[in-house]
């Protein structure tokens, strides 16, 4: 008999814990700021920059013999200027707020 209620009394402690933390982890998470909340800044000018060094290593690499490598720097170019592009795209779309 004695077995039995002391495993009783830590079954119901384990499980009042875990209720516990179970409650504390979903307030944290229902409380918590979305990562996506956060504004996003764009350096138009750095981006195209950034692209241009790519394209010119890129340049450099395919000289040299070095083609997946310059592949690689091409895309990385690509994608930074997809990305100016979009973040010049959505500072020209963006609407202002109905109170101002």
Known sequence: MHHIASARRVLTAALATTL?????????????????????????????????????????LKRLGAHTEARKALAKADALERRAQQCADADNNSKPPLWK
């Open 20 to 60: 516990l933390a179970g409650g504390v982890l979903l307030g944290q998470t229902v409380t918590a700021e979305p990562a996506a909340a956060g504004t996003i800044t764009c350096n138009i000018n750095q981006l195209k920059a950034d692209a241009r060094k790519q394209r010119d290593r890129a340049a450099q």
